[in-house]
């Protein structure tokens, strides 16, 4: 049971770490902001984390994502893996990287599984190997270290330990993992947007070894990097068959600087720049969102914002639910109810959405 600091309420869904309700974050924002940032700061000091992006006069700028820092010498952005170590550059340079892998048989527990070639057979016979899903192939699977929030209820919050004994690996390296049986990549994390100049080498050295085999790239990201860049990993998965994969953490903006330490106003931005794209290609879909139904904080109305704004675009934007599971400084909260997760695929279908779903339902636990 946790308590709100600011109002007193009591609930199973209000994190005991936070401190703070939905209600007061959303009418009382800036009473409960010094609280909000403290409770940020607390979960970054634990893994060497600067509290905000650091912007030191004289720093390099590191233009990668919506963060902007300015790191000073021997100092690390707030991704944890740019760098400053001698004063004249960030590293890692482009061609290399911090990031683990892995391979997943396909079909596989992907976000965009229900809609994508490797899960239903969209777009054959040019993006994909069978008119179903594509059985005996596999999903070379890219963790990339670092990311640029700090979500509170991170789901793989062990990077932040790995962080601390990286090595860099080359895109040179990584595109050699794709071998016959491999018909896509994808690149997640934490966020790839820290290193999205990493996976765009590594996309296009294995498209070119490809030998005009089926090989899509897909990310899946919360949408913050330069959208200079987006442009180009939009331009990568449009060719290839593959999309973006868009988590869509909230709708309001002080509910991400609490619940993820940043705001979104920049995935805003990023998505309905990658709308833009979508008449490009409609099948298989280009661009896929998605939200995570973290209980007391992500409810109907929430979704039915985020759902709404999506609509908005297009309609037709694929957009699934996903049951969350105790994590990280959240893993007092409750799973993900079945009737909070159907409440909110009815939500989203009042906003207008024509494609949505749930997905973990496997996580989905009783009513609080």
Not at 79 to 87: L, P
Not at 170 to 198: I, M, R, W
Not at 228 to 240: K, N
Request: some cysteine; charged content about 25%; hydrophobic content about 35%.
């Amino acid at each position: 049971m946790g308590k709100c600091i600011n109002c007193g309420n009591e609930y199973t869904t209000i994190s005991k770490f936070l401190g703070i309700c939905r209600d007061c974050i959303l009418s009382d924002f800036k009473g409960v902001e010094s609280l909000i940032r403290k409770a940020h700061q607390i979960s970054r000091e634990a893994f060497n984390l600067p509290p905000s992006p650091p912007q030191e006069k004289g720093g390099i700028s590191c233009n990668y994502c919506f963060n902007k820092c300015q790191i000073g010498k021997g100092e690390v952005g707030y991704c944890g893996v740019r760098e400053n170590e001698d004063g004249k550059k960030i590293s890692p340079p482009p061609k290399q990287g911090f990031f683990s892998w892995y391979y997943d048989a396909l079909p596989t527990n992907c976000v965009g599984d229900w809609v994508c070639p490797g899960g239903t057979g969209a777009g054959f016979p040019r993006y994909a190997y069978a008119q179903t899903a594509e059985y005996g192939y596999k999903n070379l699977a890219v963790f990339y270290h670092g990311c640029t929030f700090n979500c509170l209820f991170c789901q793989n919050w062990h990077f932040r330990e790995d962080l601390k004994m990286k090595m860099p690996d080359s895109s040179a390296e990584l595109s050699l993992a794709v071998d016959n049986k491999t018909s896509c990549v994808c690149y997640f994390g934490g966020d790839p947007s820290p290193q999205l100049l990493h996976s765009l080498h590594t996309s296009r050295l294995a498209l070119a070894q490809k030998d005009k085999k089926i090989l899509r790239f897909c990310w899946e990201t919360n949408g913050t990097m330069n959208s200079r860049f987006l442009e180009e990993i939009l331009d990568v998965a449009l060719e290839s068959g593959g999309c973006v994969k868009f988590d869509l953490k909230t709708f309001h903006p002080s509910l991400n600087i609490a619940l993820c330490g940043r705001s979104n106003d920049q995935t805003k931005i990023n998505f309905e720049l990658a709308a833009g794209w979508i008449k490009k290609r409609k099948d298989p879909p280009l661009v896929v969102a998605s939200t995570l139904l973290v209980p007391g904080y992500i409810d109907r109305n929430e979704v039915y914002l985020i759902a709404k704004f999506i609509a908005s675009l297009d309609p037709e934007i694929p957009y699934s639910l996903l049951g969350f599971f105790p994590h990280f400084y959240f893993r007092d909260m409750p799973p993900t109810s079945r009737r909070h997760a159907e409440e909110c695929k009815e939500a989203a279908a009042e906003a207008g959405l024509k494609r949505v779903r749930i997905g973990n339902i496997h996580l989905l636990g009783r009513d609080y």
